[in-house]
C-alpha cells in the first residue's frame, strides 16, 4: 500500500516538473521572439502559400512543368496544414521522368521545410486564448496523453499510410514534441511514401488524363466533409433560431 502511494506521488511528481520545465521553455521562446515579429512570421508563411497556389492553378506552364523545382515548390501547398491539395497525383506525374529516388528526395526535401512551417503556424495559433481553454478540455488532454505514449512511432505510421495526416501536425505542437524529432519522423516516413509513389508512376506511365482525373477525385473527398460540417453546423443554427 505504502509502495503504491509512494509511486503515485512520484509519477505526479514528474508530470509537475515536465509541466513547469514545458512553460518555462515555452516562457523562454516567447521573450526571445516579440508577438508583433511572430504575427509578421506568421503573415508571411500564409503569404507565401497563397502565392504558390495562385501560381499553380493560374499558369498553364507552371502545371504542366516536369522541372524538379515545381515539385519542390508544388510541396509547400499540398503539404500545408490540412493539405490544401493532394501530392499523389503529382508524384505520380514526375515519376514517369525521373528515377523513384530521385523524385521522393526533392519532395521530402520541400515536406520537411513545410512541416516546420506547420510547426511555427500551429504554435502562433495555439497561443490564442480561444485556443488555450478549448486545450483544457478533457478530451483534448486524453487524446494528447495517447499520443505521448509512442509518438515518433505516431507520427511515422500516419506518415508512411493514407492515415490524415493534418491532425498529427496539431499533436506535436500540444504535446510539445521537440522539432528535430518530428521532422526525422517525417523524413522516415515521408520519404518511403513518396518513393513508392514515385516508383508505380514510373513502371505504370500513367496517362496525364487519369492523374487529372485522380487529382479532381482527391480535391473533392478532402473539401466534402469540410463542406458537409458547414452545412450542418448552419442548419443547427438555423433551427435554433428559430427554436
Sequence with gaps: MNKQKYDDKKTYLIKELKKKVMNHLNSQEKKKVSPKKRSIIFALEITLIIVLLVLWFSLSSFQKSKSLIVLFLYSFP??????????EPVLLYFGKFYPPITVALVAVAGTIIT???N?????FVTDFKLFKKSLQKKTVSRIVDLFNKAPFTAIWIAGLTPIPFYPIRFLVVLAH????KYLLAV???RLPRFFILALIGYAIKIPDYLLIVLFVVLIISIYIPVLRNLIKKRKNKNRGDID
Aim: proline residues 8%.
Design 119 to 123: 510547426y511555427s503556424v500551429f504554435k
Design 115 to 117: 512541416e516546420a512551417l
Design 78 to 87: 499540398s503539404q500545408f496544414l490540412i493539405s490544401i491539395v493532394p501530392h
Design 177 to 180: 514534441y521537440p522539432l528535430i
Design 187 to 189: 523524413f522516415l516516413s
